[in-house]
């Protein structure tokens, strides 16, 4: 007799404890209905079973002209707080170190095909992410995923993320050796471990095969792993923590230099203690190790992850795995064949799918084949296609990459034609992999509750217009790595691109333009080696053209074969800033409302949808003329970064977080001094004690970092402190001028 | 069943441009111009063969999609009503939102210009592998009710009605053509006198 339902369908082929686990959460669904559990606690717990919410699902939507309810059958009920049961939400697939099978593709192509809107999207954490499932349908989803052993479990949530790796780990010409059975055992330990359940918030670990590429991009991660070999042979890792991008980017420190693979795992749990014992819990806004690290600095924790070891009782699966790990994590399934095909024969287009999608392996005569995902985004049927070539071709493995793509590893080369064409035939063989076609993009307004500005519409923009001269661009620009982000929560990686963007917006009159803040000169290589920084603000529908201008001064000005970075450091941000100028201008309304709109989205911009509303409101000159000079004070901080003068660049981040905070306070207060102290204190009681300055999400965050920054001035701020310092200023200048949308769009703003 | 859709197909594809129907989409949301709980417009145009632009809704979603290499006006319904407990009648409600929608955009006074669609064909899928997988066994014990409800709306003879795929991975479905077909606005009329009656 059939099974009526997925969970007498499946069973026996769940994993045990997975599909216990499911059970529980489907009955707290019960409980929550009944409201027996708490809306914080049922969040909490949703999310860290990896159903996240999503944009609108507080029950409200802006059209343009006005906010609307939107009236879901469930009434009352809530899945969290402000969060409407019934509102449409993300799920997060974990896929360690981005490793696939085909089993495992067409189950989650079944699963976006019947919960989700049929799209599977890569994320630039090598997870898979299906949208608009109602939370009713997650624990079948759960289920089928279970059954193949895949699990959302810790994709979100306060715990150990997705642990990512580098694509080509066993078949890259530069790995010391393959990373994926030990990021595959670290996640197998960690899933669920009692030490990682009391974080204050998410921990991302990373692995790299080498120093040198950008595959891992480990120095961004709370936890960083480069696979090294010791001068005995041994294999180990060298250790950085402490890293992250988010709202204010830090560069891991070395933990240790050389940690014996015998290591990995003991040292992580006493990382893990020691983050749960001493890391922030109140302000989350502070919570993520790197706050942490900062704090103590790396050699005092450093000394507290190795005192913490000492006291840990031993654990067989410490080392267990070791001797598990195969010769060769992954095999090919056939042998390696020249390619011997004439010029005349090849498929058409086969050459320039080459020349970008292809990297010969250090094995001879096997090939890794890029799949550039646009946007990251693949159908259900697409997957299905993928999963009868990767059976045929490759055997079972294919991998997610932080840029968005798949991989199909150990390709023969004699198959790579045949491939092309099979490829061509699901909609998979677009060229351009690794270029600046290759644009990467959060979510940003389509879907992202914390998006301001449409990420996803402005990457879909650059790429229609890319695409239509790809062909006649010179090769340095070819090269270019362009990344953006719906907000300043970094989730698109913008400060590691050559080109980067972060959403933002400005009042203009009485209507508010999307911008995006232009971040200049990151590096991807080398694991994401250093950040860039902004460079100013600019509107939205004027970025493709900030985009020519910059690529045509590029190429028009570098010396020899200098790259994109070097050149944007040795023009100067000065020098940046003044180029940008000309396209910070906003046309007027009636001139030009289209500046007034985001990209692939009719309605007339608004953050109301981030949760407060807007109407039509008077701008506050006095403001926007004080917030403008706090932004310059700002920018010449970055100068005196760039000059090497830290103290200075520290001191003037400061002053202009001073600056905008007067700018606020005089919206209320016309008296206000220049007097540091006057202006914090007065602030303090007017804006941050009163929660006018606080936004839905961040909260008292911003406004936390002036009070931190002048109570504590450094001592003698290096060179990662300054840069830290000015982040925190641009987040706080960007936060006076929300703050001030907000209250002068508010009948109680402005005036009181 | 977890999700059943149809879909027409356009008269002439280069009368579609993905662009123009966001904004309309959009409209509908603000307008309510179509049944049901509308959520938010997403846009897929980038993806090959791919959804194309999606207007969510709670109980189902419309589109116009590209899966079929050629664009066609798809409503798919996500939830079940508790009034339609037959099969044939939730083929009959799906069929006739895809019905409405179509027409609703075919009506749109979009500057782009009018689009058509063509009535003689139907493909209608159900994507629930717990209930209805993709077997020869299944598709012959459906298929009546998929015919039943092509013939009661559009009160003419289904010519064939064929199974779409025989690969089990994929949904299961029917694409139905109709002799002598009546036009998209007459089908309308049709089933909106029917709902009054």
Known sequence: ?752 | MQRISAKLYVEDSSAVTPTAIIPVFHRWISDGAVEGLLIDVADYKHVPEGPGIMLIGHEGDYSVEYTDGVPAFRYERKRDRPSESELREQIHQVLRLTLIGANTLAENPDPHGPIGFRTDEVVVSIADRLRAPNTAENFESIKHEVEAAVAEIYGAVVETIERISEDARVPLGFRVRIDKAPALKELVGRVQTAAAS
């Open chain 1, 1 to 752: 007799m059939s099974a009526s339902n997925w969970k007498d369908a499946l069973q026996g082929l769940m994993p045990d404890k997975l599909a216990h686990e499911i059970d529980i959460f489907q009955a707290q669904f019960e409980l929550k209905r009944q409201g027996k559990i708490e809306d914080k606690v049922f969040a909490e717990t949703r999310l860290r079973r990896g159903a996240y919410g999503q944009r609108y699902d507080n029950g409200q939507r802006h059209d343009g002209k006005q906010t609307r309810p939107l009236n879901f059958p469930c009434g009352d009920l809530t899945k969290g707080p402000d969060t409407v049961w019934d509102a449409p939400g993300m799920v997060r697939i974990k896929i360690p170190y981005g490793g696939m099978t085909p089993d495992r593709l067409e189950v989650m192509a079944d699963c976006a095909e019947e919960y989700s809107d049929g799209i599977l999207h890569v994320t630039t954490r090598q997870d898979i992410q299906l949208h608009f499932v109602h939370i009713d349908d997650t624990p079948d989803m759960m289920r089928r995923l279970a059954s193949v052993n895949i699990t959302t479990r810790e994709a979100c949530g306060n715990s150990i993320r997705n642990i990512t790796g580098c694509p080509l780990a066993g078949v890259c010409k530069t790995e010391s050796f393959d990373i994926s059975p030990y990021a595959k055992a670290m996640m197998e330990f960690l899933l669920g471990h009692p030490d990682v359940q009391d974080f204050g918030r998410k921990f991302k670990p990373a692995f790299s095969g080498c120093d040198d590429e950008a595959c891992g991009l480990v120095w961004m991660h709370d936890a960083g792993y480069v696979a090294k070999v010791n001068a005995e042979g041994q294999r180990g890792f060298k250790v950085v923590v402490g890293g992250g991008l988010g709202a204010v980017p830090h560069q891991a420190k070395v933990l240790s230099e050389f940690t014996p693979a015998e290591e990995l795992l003991p040292q992580i749990q006493a990382i893990s203690r020691v983050f749960a014992r001493l890391g922030e819990k109140k302000n989350r806004n502070r919570a993520r190790i790197k706050f942490l690290v900062a704090k103590l600095g790396i050699d005092e924790f450093r000394r507290l992850v190795e005192e913490e070891r000492k006291t840990l009782p031993h654990d067989d699966r410490w080392t267990a795995f070791l001797k598990d790990i195969p010769d060769h994590f992954t095999k090919p399934l056939k042998d390696a064949v020249e390619l011997t095909i004439s010029a005349k024969d090849k498929p058409e287009g086969f050459d320039e799918w080459a020349s970008t999608n292809l990297y010969k392996q250090r094995q001879d005569g096997y090939y890794v084949v890029t799949i550039a995902l646009p946007l990251g985004d693949f159908t259900s049927q697409q997957a299905r296609g993928l999963a009868d070539v990767v059976r045929k071709y490759v055997g079972e493995d294919v991998r997610t990459t932080v840029e968005q793509n798949l991989v199909l590893r150990w390709v023969s080369e004699a198959d790579l034609p045949k491939i092309y064409n099979e490829l061509q035939a699901i909609g998979l063989a677009q060229g351009g992999a690794n270029t600046i076609l290759d644009l990467v993009a959060c979510p940003g307004t389509d879907t992202c509750k914390l998006g301001i500005a449409a990420s996803r519409g402005l990457a879909g923009e650059l790429r229609t217009r890319l695409l239509g001269k790809y062909g006649e661009l010179p090769e340095p620009i070819k090269k270019l790595h362009i990344k953006m982000s719906g907000c300043f929560n970094s989730c698109g990686q913008h400060h590691v691109a050559d080109i980067g963007f972060y959403g933002n917006s400005r009042k203009i009159g009485n209507h508010t333009v999307p911008h995006f803040q232009v971040v200049l000169g990151g590096q991807w290589e080398h694991n994401a080696g250093s950040y860039g920084l902004a460079c100013g603000s600019v509107p939205s529908k004027a970025i493709p053209a900030v985009i020519d201008m910059l690529t045509e001064g590029y190429l028009k000005n570098r010396q020899d074969d200098e790259r994109f970075g070097a050149y944007i450091d040795r023009l100067g941000k000065k020098q940046v800033r003044e180029l940008l100028k000309p396209f910070m201008e906003v046309p007027d309304y009636t001139e030009d409302p289209s500046y007034y709109t985001d990209w692939g989205d009719p309605r007339e911009f608004t953050i109301g949808d981030m949760g407060v509303g807007e109407c039509a409101g008077e701008i506050v000159s006095v403001f926007s003329m004080e917030a403008s000079k706090a932004e310059s004070i700002a920018f010449d901080a970055q100068i005196e970064l760039e000059e090497g003068s830290f103290a200075k660049a520290d001191e003037l981040a400061y002053k202009a977080m001073v600056k905008a905070a007067q700018a606020l306070v005089r919206t209320q207060f016309q008296d206000i001094t220049d007097d540091p102290d006057d202006i914090v204190a007065q602030f303090r009681s007017r804006f941050y004690d009163t929660e006018l300055f606080f936004d839905k999400y961040a909260k008292g965050k911003f406004a936390e970092m002036l009070f931190n920054r002048h109570d504590n001035p450094p001592a003698s701020p290096d060179k990662d402190q300054a840069h830290h310092q000015i982040e925190e200023a641009q987040l706080f200048i960007e936060a006076c001028y929300a703050c001030d949308m907000r209250l002068s769009a508010s009948p109680i703003g402005g005036g009181v």
